[in-house]
Structure formats: C-alpha cells, structure tokens
C-alpha cells in the first residue's frame, strides 16, 4: 500500500486562504534586504479540505487507547477522561500568557495549587512542583536536589547513585546528566533487591538511590522498609521513581515507604494523554530536608490570593521556559477532582485485581510466569523462552501477532533480566471482558505459535504494513523527504 | 563455531589484534562479536590522533537496538580508521577479519601486545 | 465509581478464581505498617456536571487580557481545523510509536514534521520535538559539545539577549555536566557582542549560541558570527521563532549547525506557559549525536513504504547512562498542531503572517514612542517584539494597563539591569489597529496621571 505524503498532494499555488492574513503584504522597507527570504519556505501547497482530509486518514492508521487496549506494561495506559480535554480546554485557561500577572489568573493558580495540594496527600511529601515536563525531567530534579542537598550540607564526597539493574533506562541516563556515577545493583531470584549487593554498594559516596516499587518486574519490593534504613543510616537519600504508583494508589504512600522524593508521571498514574509520546508531566514532591532545593516555579498561597513562586535561593533552578505543561496539569487536576478520596483506592484495587487476575488466568493457560510464587502488582512478566526454544517465535514475533488481534503489543524485552518477556498491565480501566478476550488471543497466538510457527514470525499480517525493515532505517537514515526541500539554496549538507 | 585465525591476538572484550611489520596494532572484532551483535546499523570510530589507554572505550558499534562499546586493546595513539565502515557498517559483518578492521594505533608501550590472548586462550574464553 | 467497569459481581468471581476473600488479600506481599486504612485526605469526588462547574467557574474568573505580551509565547490565530483534528483519539489517546505497525499515522505525521521544521529552518534534517524552547536550546548546547570533537574546552558562548529563561534552563541542565555558559553582553544595538567575549575571555569555545530574532526583538549578523565561529573553531547554534522564519531568511542559509526554537507559535495555545513544543534541527553530520525522537522512512518486508522509529542506539531505553539525553518524551500531539499550521499556512501564509506581525507591531512602537518619556531602546531594526525605555518604572506601569485590561507587554527591567527601565512589548497579527489605538491612549493617560 502506498500512501502519499502531504508534499505529493501538494499544488503550487493552492493555499488554505482563511487561515492567513487576508492582505497581501509587501516585504517590509524597515528590515535589511539581506535578512528576507528570497523565496518562499518549503512547505506543503494545500487546501483546508487537503490538510483535514490527509491528516484524518493517517489518524486512522493508529491504534490509540480510544480504539484498542494496551497491555502496555510500565506504560499505565488507562482511559483518558474526555471531560479533563474539554475543561483544560476552556478559552479561560487557554488564553492566558506566561507573563500575565498573578492577579489576572487567581483561577488557574488555584487550580494548580489545588493540584500540588493533592500529590503531596497522595505521596505523602511535604512539597510539590508541577515544573518538570516529563518524567525524565523529574527524575533530573530529583537527582539534582540529592546533589544541591549534600553540597549544602558540606558532604561533597557522594557521587554515586545506586541503580538496581532492573530500572528503566532514563534512571541511569538521569544520573549520569546530573554528573553522578551509576552504580547498578543486583536484583534477586525472588524480584527483590539483594541486600547483601545494597550493602557493598553503599558507603560515603553514595549520594542515593533511585527505586520504583513495585519494580518494573511487576513485585512489590519486600524490604523496602529495610532498605530505606540502610540508605538512610550510609546518609543517602531515596528517589521514588513513580511510573508504577498506579498500584499503590491511595493504599501506600511513598512518603511512608521512606523516600525523600518522588516524582510522578501524570500521563501514567493521573491519566492525561499520551499523545503519540507527549506531552507529559513529571511533578516532583520531597520530603521538608529537600524543600529549599525545589525547582522554580510553583504556587504557593497567602491570605487566600495564589502567586507565583519564582525566587527561591538554593533552588536547583529553571526546568522550563515558564511554569511546566500547564495543560497537562489541568487535565491531572480535573482526574483527581472526579476521583476525589473515595476514588484512589478503588484505582489501585481493579488495577491489582486486573493484573492478577489476568496472570493467573494465563498460567492457567500454560504461559509462564517470570515470578510464579510472587503477587502480581498492577503488571506482570510473562516468559516465551520455552515457546521460543520450541517453535523459534520470540517474544517480539508474539507482540506483532497480537497486533493482528487487535491488541496493542505489551511492552517486550522489558525489564532486561528475564528472556523473551513481555511485560503486561491491564490497568483499571479495562473490563474483565477485555481481560477474558486478550487471554484468548494470547492462546491463539500461541496455539498459532505451535502449529504454524512460521505465520507468526512474518506476523502482522492485517495491520497497514507488514513489518518494517528497520535495520535499513537505521543504515540509511532517511529523515526529510529529500524532494520537499530540495528547491532549497545555499544547502549545507548532502542530506 | 565461529573462526578465530591463528595469526591473530585476542581481547576478552572480543576484539581482535593484528601486529603489522612497522609495530603498528591493527584491531578489528571478532567473528563470535559480529555474531552476537546482529545486523550492524553504524560505527562509531575515534579520530586518527586520539589517544588512548589499555581498556578506554575508543569506539561505539550500534545495532537496530543496541550499543556495544569497543576497548582498546593497548595504550597509544590511533593513526588510520576504517572510513569505508560509515557507509558500510555491514562490513563486519561480512568479513570481520578483513575488509571489517576499525582502526590502527601506534603503541606506546610494545610489551602490551604480548599480555593479549593467543587464539587458544580466546577459544578457550568462548567455551567457558 | 468512575472509570471503573467492573461490576460487583464480577470483581466477586474474579476474587473467587483467585482464592481471594478480598482486595485486600491481593496486597499480602506489602507490610501491613505500610497499608493505609483510610485514602490520604483529598477532596471528595466530583461527577462530570461537578467539576465542569467549578473548571468553568474558575476559568471565567481569569481576567482576559489584550495581550502585546511576546517573549516566547504568542498569541496568533489558531486554525479551527487544527484542534479538531489533533484531539482525535487516534492522535490524543495512541502511545509512543514503538510498534511501528500500529502507528503508521504518527510515524508518517513525524517524518511530514521534520521535513517541514528542516524546510522552514532551511537545515538538513530535525528531530521529533523536545520538551520546549528552553529544553531545545539547553540540548542544542549539549550536542554541540559532543558534536565538537576538536575542542575539550565543554563551554558555550551565548548571547545575553538570548531568552534569560532559555539560559537559566540551560543553566540548571549543563550545571551536573560541568559545562559552562559564559554570556557575550549587549552592544549598542541591543546584540550580542561575541568578539568581546573572545577579548575578554579568551577563546576556547565548543559553540556560539545566538538567537534570530533574539528576545529583545532584534536580528543578529548571523554572517559574522558564521565567519567567527569558523574561525575560532566554535559551532554556530541558532535559536529560532518559526513565524518569523515566514518571511526571515532561515539560519540554515547562514551556514548554522544547529537550529533550535520554540514551537508554540505553530498552532500551540498560550495555555499559561505550556505545553509547548521545542524544535532542534542540525546539519546531516550531527544526527548522530541529536537527543530525541527521530522518525525515518524504509521498506517493509512486502517492499511498500513503511516509516519507524530510527537510531534508536543513541537513546536512555538501550544507551542507559550512556545515552544522548534522559528525554524520554517528546511533544507528540503538539508535533500534531504545528505540522496542521504549517500544513494550512504553507510558505506563503506564514510570510503573510509574520509580516502582519512586523506591521503591526512597527504600528504599536510607533504609536507609544509618539508619547513623551517612551523610547526606544535600540535603533535597530525588530521582528516583531520591541524595548521601549520608560522613564519610570515599568511595574506600577503594567499593573495600571493591567486594570484596564491590556496587557503591556513583559517588564524586563530586572533581567537586563543595563537597560534601565526596560519594556518589552509585541504585536501579532491577532492585534488590530483599534487595539494599539486602545494601548496608546491608556498609556498616555496612565503617564499623565502620574
């Protein structure tokens, strides 16, 4: 199948005419002729009904949550509630400018001061910022204010964060972009860290360590109590890592658990889009040692009037250009204000439920479970290194399948510990018949898998393309759509 | 089983290590390396001028998704790279021995070409 | 309950196939001290009826303000189409593109994408977007770093009439890297002065970092700064506002490296500050070395053309610590809304669009300037956004043109000391000549009452 590119339905001469300032304007006498274009930018020639009707097509080309279920492991790919687009997206709240003054916005400050309010009963922290823009920025700040923390306390030697070798990958990248060394930890047979790996790894240079709980393995992490202990005792602090808090919502606090920041990945947990990969929001919440060292800005209120706060002198500093994903944060106010107290707990428990049910449900069926004898979280990794060793489809052939089947692929090869795995969170939202009917697409994959092992390893067969060639992606980057630009002048580079 | 020609030196990095008439070290990757990596999508070589030491990561090959860096197998400083592997990285794949070299380095100190494995040793390393 | 399908009794056969008595048997791995009893103490829950009140409530008690506020967020005319389309579910709700089979439409929209910001920027090849401008620039400096293999000197030179909140993020990002921003002051024209930098300073930088046009408004000599920088071994990183590049010539036509921008203008709410979009866009040779998504074009296995998610090598799922960045994310659905504009606007309607901005706002400098006390800052020429000196302070001015419902622009006083009582005020094609009209008068009145 062919598709054109919005370049090849393009016209010279054809425009969109009511988006653009009617009147034609002649090049302005007042700027330098060497600092106007000689020609127009490279870009598409189209008709509104052109752009409306490329653009709905290749829409239709995706899987999203609105359409299809995604067992997305790590991912919390729960239902994103129309009602937080439509009032995030009120003219009041998105008409405003970064600079309008304080006064002009008592609404949306209260908001967002309604939010931080909330995360901070939610993890149990002292404080939060709404600045980071995603989780990774999140991290980064949490990382960094372990830095300024120890800086200020004269304790300059600890330069290393504790890493277990079971953690997504931006928590080692974060480190390392804070200027710390990584120093990975082994995970246990049980999913749980070892603590005699904790111990050696711990001394005066360890600045911290970063953990989720439950860990990407889908456990929850048995020692946490005893860890947090240790850290503390060897004088690191704690990172929450907060991609799997949709486990513990409302039943644990990581505030409880012992952590001295948390950071929590709204376009998770608190259900704002994904987006196609964005945008997030990465909130960040400490415990009161930390608070000095809190990037700017968030709200703070007094005598009923919410500002601002911008200065603040041992902050880590600026995250973004102004005070975070705003709109995001919106949508994440209007989730937690539709759930409200009673609601949290209730998160947690079908998500939990969902996941074990779901794995029992397939060991019942003959998958393997990478941790039998331990309770599922709100994920759970499942192994097809026997099926691999017997039919030669892996874990990635299956994931394709499932594509086929109508399901979006769980995440695959993640965590790294365990071979051929796929890694499945249901979350909440999905119904028990979603449950019952991603188990028999499983089997039939699988039974597929033993028959015919050869349909599934060239699978998808009914998606809009077959598999991509992604080793000659990798080899011959093609990244622009060559003739769309070469009309250009003065070109810097072969492309 | 992947061919390890005897006239060669090893690293347990997987790397192997040609000593030319003029001293100059010429290092490459091994047959089992290749195997192992997959289809390769980039190299990523030093500059001819960099110097390194014994054990420094020197050079990066990337696969569809993976990153595997390269060793040095001794101190010195490099003095040629295989250009031809920026538009044909599949080069090691092809003929890891050969036309798949990624570069040559002057040594600093000579005697570090004797502590490197002889292809017994290194075919001893696959077996463990 | 809301956003919960399950029906009692099947949350009972679930609990039963299980073994389970309740819920709370599923949390039997967790320490009993840790389990909380009672949900931690947030407002009880709203139906959608509920909070739609109070959200309209609140969002009505924010002041509209006529807004000649610029300094990296702009109000233009955001085509109906544009939202319409991107709060699609395929585009709101869908995941990173990771299983290229399910995502063909994203992919495609990506790769549309980098071709229109390499076309509007005249560079060779940009990647999928960054968290904003602010990011943008702060990775453009990282990669430069790493892009600048000849010079271990890990410092920047960047312009001080580069956005301040643009440095201060790059600030708080390159500090744990130990690389270095020293800042080349204004001269008299309200540009960068770089040769003062390499007087003073000494030379020894992987890149100078520049703004066209820059926060204050004004056009660098992006020829000089190519030739100084080719001379001092340095790269030349530009930041960018994509409505100007309209009518502007691109920086990829002055030789730059990198180009990095904010994106909002392309079809992004204000939205109080974000989420916004961060473009980066470089020469071929350093896409190794870029942070962030790229979308790519090839085959698949029946040989029809497929687009993927490429050299993924460089990114934290796979490089862990040795990664380009920690960005995980980009701005996907704002990706959506500026490739919509650009789509909609074309070449010819972003130059309409960026030249009604400079008329405008040539209208509204003039028009104030007319009014004793106010001048201009610089005499040189600006895109779209000005400094007008006041001769008193700018605070009490604004929170007066607040109350009248005009936002005057931003009050940059304390960020540029050297300039005094700086004002820096912009108008989009969204302005009308009745709204600089209305600005005018209230400003003289405001003068004359004080």
Known sequence: MTRRLIFEVSRPGRRARAQAPAAESAAPADLPAALIRDREALLPAVSELDVVRHYTRLSQLNFSIDTNSYPLGSCTMKYNPRACHRLASLPGFLDVHPAAPDASVQGLLECLHELQEMLAAVTGMEAITLAPMAGAQGEFAGVAMFKAYHQARGDHGRDEIIVPDAAHGTNPATAAMCGLKVREIATGKDGDIELAALDEALGPRTAGIMLTNPSTLGVFERHILEISRRVHAAGGLLYYDGANLNALLGRVLPGDMGFDAVHLNLHKTFSTPHGGGGPGAGAVGVASSLKPFLPVPYVEQAEGTYRWRTDSPDSIGKLAANGGNIGVLLRAWVYLRMLGREGLQRVADHAVLNANYLAFRLAEEGFDLAYPERRAGHEFVISLKRLRDRTGVTAADFAKAMLDEGFHAPTVYFPLLVPECLLIEPTETESPEALDALIEAMVRIRDAALSDPEAVRSAPHRMPIQRPDEVLAARKPDLAHAPALRSRAGSSDEA | ?128 | MPFVPHTSSQVQDMLRRLGARSVADLYDEIPESLLRKEPPGIPSGLDEAGIGRIARQRAASNTPLLCFAGGGAYEHHIPAAIWDIASRGEFYSNYTPYQPEAAQGSLQLTYEYQTMIAGLTGMDVANASLYDGATAFAEACLMAVRCNKKSDARRIAVARSLHPAWRAVARTLLNGQGIELVEAPLDDSGRADFNHVYENVGGGFDAIAVAAPNYLGGMPDLEAWRALADREGALLVVGINPVSLGLLRPPGEFGADIVCGEGQPLGIPMSGGGPYLGLLACKSRYIRQMPGRLAGRTVDAAGDTAYVLTLQAREQHIRRSRATSNICTNQGLMVVAATLYMALLGGEGMRRVASACHARTAQLVEALTAIGGVRRAFDAPFFHEDVLCLDRPVAPVLAALAKQGILGGIDISSEYPELGNALLVCATEMRTEDDVLRYARALREIYRLT
């Not at chain 2, 599949?90 to 004797?114: C, H, N, R, T, V």
């Open chain 2, 1 to 128: 089983m992947s061919e390890i020609p005897t006239d060669l030196k090893y690293t347990s990095e997987h790397e192997w290590v040609r000593r030319e008439d003029s001293g100059t070290l010429v290092v490459g990757l091994t047959d089992y390396a290749q195997e192992q990596l997959g289809d390769l999508v980039y190299v990523d070589t030093p500059e001819v001028g960099a110097s390194f030491a014994a054990g420094d990561v020197c050079a990066v090959v990337e696969s569809v998704k993976a990153a595997s860096d390269v060793y040095s197998p001794a101190g010195g400083e490099v003095v040629a790279v295989n250009e031809s592997l920026q538009d044909s990285p599949e080069k090691i794949s092809d003929d890891p021995y050969g036309g798949g070299w990624l570069f040559e380095m002057a040594p600093e100190d000579p005697a570090e070409w004797e502590e490197l494995l002889d292809p017994d040793q290194y075919e001893e390393l696959l077996d463990s």
